[in-house]
T-cell receptor, first 114, second 109 residues
Framework: DTGVSQDPRHKITKRGQNVTFRCDPI?????LYWYRQTLGQGPEFLTY????????KSRLLSDRFSAERPKGSFSTLEIQRTEQGDSAMYLC????????????FGAGSRLTVL | GQNIDQPTEMTATEGAIVQINCTYQ??????LFWYQQHAGEAPTFLSY????GLEEKGRFSSFLSRSKGYSYLLLKELQMKDSASYLC??????????FGKGTKLSVIP
């Protein structure tokens, strides 16, 4: 069990560019979540997958954001036409559907939009 | 919607005990979680309460009162490495968690 992996760890981009983040969850976890965290704030929920199905999306997820989990394993989060307000840490988490359904987080992908 | 409140910052002395409070307002409550987050790192799971009462896990304990919408995290025998942000999170209805803004704890010698 290597934990939840996220790539890249850091991304600096210019406003208007597209960026994509990848998340590899813990292998036996069928639930996958994306959160966004800015400095001094708690993580904010963006979206959630169960297997390949995207079951819930936050109102924070504007039409510039899209997430996929095509085979029910890894997931990608794409941000199109980035804005400076998109600068944040993008956290991925996964969980196993039993007991407390504890979310295990990855180390995050930090995005800086210039 | 959900509302979660916790103090922004706290300071405590090495070896002491500190209590971090969390109040919440939600419908469809289905569990309360505490996470620890060191600067620049991922949140890591500390505790889970779904029924009223105290859950103890080593130096860390968490308490829940569902009728009062209240929880606390108790840290005993504080160590310098406990300096971190502590996040209170509530699950209501679905599987995702709603987090508070976090309490930044500074442990001083």
């Amino acid at each position: 069990d290597t934990g939840v992996s996220q790539d890249p760890r850091h991304k600096i981009t210019k406003r208007g560019q597209n960026v994509t983040f990848r998340c590899d969850p813990i292998s036996e976890h069928n639930r996958l979540y994306w959160y966004r965290q800015t400095l001094g704030q708690g993580p904010e929920f963006l979206t959630y997958f169960q297997n390949e199905a995207q079951l819930e999306k936050s109102r924070l997820l504007s039409d510039r954001f899209s997430a996929e989990r095509p085979k029910g394993s890894f997931s990608t989060l794409e941000i199109q036409r980035t804005e400076q307000g998109d600068s944040a840490m993008y956290l991925c988490a996964s969980s196993y559907p039993s007991g407390a359904n504890v979310l295990t987080f990855g180390a995050g992908s930090r995005l800086t939009v210039l | 919607g959900q509302n979660i409140d916790q103090p922004t910052e706290m300071t405590a002395t090495e070896g002491a005990i500190v209590q971090i409070n969390c109040t919440y307002q939600t419908s469809g409550f289905n569990g309360l979680f505490w996470y620890q987050q060191h600067a620049g790192e991922a949140p890591t799971f500390l505790s889970y309460n779904v029924l009223d009462g105290l859950e103890e896990k080593g130096r860390f304990s968490s308490f829940l009162s569902r009728s009062k919408g209240y929880s606390y995290l108790l840290l005993k025998e504080l160590q310098m490495k406990d300096s971190a942000s502590y996040l209170c999170a509530v699950r209501a209805g679905s599987y995702q968690l709603t987090f508070g803004k976090g309490t930044k704890l500074s442990v001083i010698p």
